[in-house]
């Protein structure tokens, strides 16, 4: 399973709105089947194995990270090619949430007289599937806040200057980052200020480019900006508010998302909504402190990787989230420690929102 698991992590950010499902068939203890869901979600993981095992698949095993599938989409149900083969046992990670799906794949495999098991390294592959249980289950994309700080927890300092805050390694893992997410989503004062590409760079020609969102209620972004210039090679979203015209950037290549006004700005909660239904199920978020702070807000951060170097920029910094209005700790944000390592010279530390 753990096979299973690195196999189908090679199509993050790759799959959406389907899944990154690893497979592995297991015959007289040899590896015959491996196979991950393919770019666009089609074909499933279980697809490729099989056709990898081609006729040897009879009377072996499948571990698959998800359940698989059972109803009628672009393809056939799963279900029916593990029959079809001739599979004597399935292995599953995790339970498929999909109300098309949950258990009643499970059920249809036992009623064909297959071996089923369930549960095996559950917890990593829920976190694999995150995403996709996220669209599901809270009807918004996983969404990963990324922020980059000195030690004393400053972004840039008191004229601005932020370039370069941490090392070389640092940055490259952020294109890996963006690599592994369906999308990057900063606001409109980023673009003002650091005019960037959002793009992945130095993982060769073949990577995944991630669709660029920009949160930007008036529409007001520089219609010279990469962002805007790259757009009909690298998708570019832009979330505004309803009331705002959007026919002047229509020609860009740029795409509109229509979302609710609140407080002056872009209801959040609708913007997450309206992404998770045009597909996007895990968003990597770069924007500035005052993004970071109206996303915590509003609960909808559900991992924080956090990338601090070894600096001491001072008060009159730029504070790496904008106030919170929080009085009392209780009330302050609160998150659990998955990892922390270091980095070149800089200490990364992933956080999962506590429960």
């Known amino acids: 399973m753990r096979l299973a698991l690195s196999l189908g992590a090679r199509g993050a950010g790759r799959t959406w709105p389907n899944p990154f499902v690893g497979c592995v068939i297991v015959k007289n203890s040899l590896v015959i089947g491996r196979g991950y869901t393919q770019q666009g979600g089609r074909p499933h993981a279980e697809t490729v194995a099989l056709q990898q095992a081609s006729n040897d698949a009879e009377n072996s095993t499948v571990y698959v990270t998800l359940e698989p599938c ?19 046992r399935v292995v599953i990670a995790a339970i498929d949430p999909d109300h098309r799906v949950s258990g009643k794949g499970i059920q249809i495999l036992k009623n064909a007289g297959i071996e089923v098991s369930v549960g095996i390294l559950k917890e990593e592959a829920e976190k694999a599937h995150a995403g996709f249980f996220s669209i599901l289950n809270k009807k918004r994309p996983f969404l990963s806040l990324k922020i ?13 200057n932020s370039k ?35 793009n992945v ?6 990577v995944n480019q991630p669709v660029r969102i920009v949160m930007d209620s008036n529409l007001k972004i520089d219609t010279k900006s990469n962002l ?43 913007a997450m909504e309206n992404l998770a239904k045009n597909g996007l199920t895990r968003i990597l978020c770069e924007g500035g402190g005052k993004l970071a702070a109206s996303l915590l807000n509003e ?5 924080l990787i956090v990338m601090q170097a070894g600096l001491v920029i001072g008060k009159e910094g730029t504070a790496a989230v904008s106030g919170l209005g929080i009085d009392a700790l209780v009330d302050a944000p609160n998150f659990d420690m998955l990892e922390t390592k270091r980095i070149g010279n800089d200490v990364l530390s992933i956080w999962s929102r506590a429960t």
């Open 299 to 303: 609960n909808l951060v559900d991992e």
């Open 148 to 160: 980059a700080t000195s030690i004393d927890g400053r972004i840039a300092t008191q004229t601005g």
């Open 164 to 198: 370069w805050l941490t090392g070389a390694e640092s940055r490259q893992f952020v294109h890996y980052l963006r690599a592994t997410h369906d999308a990057v989503l900063v606001g409109r004062g980023t673009v003002e200020a650091d005019n960037p590409s959002l």
């Open 70 to 88: 059972a109803h009628t989409g672009k393809t056939p149900p799963c279900v029916n090619n593990l029959i079809k083969a001739g599979i004597k």
């Open 228 to 270: 805007i210039n790259s757009a009909k090679e690298i998708p570019l979203w832009i979330c505004h508010a309803k009331e705002s015209e959007f026919s002047k950037l229509s020609k860009t290549g740029a795409m509109s998302i229509a979302c609710k006004h609140k407080n002056g700005g872009i209801d959040l909660q609708d």
């Open 201 to 206: 760079r130095g993982f060769g020609r073949a």
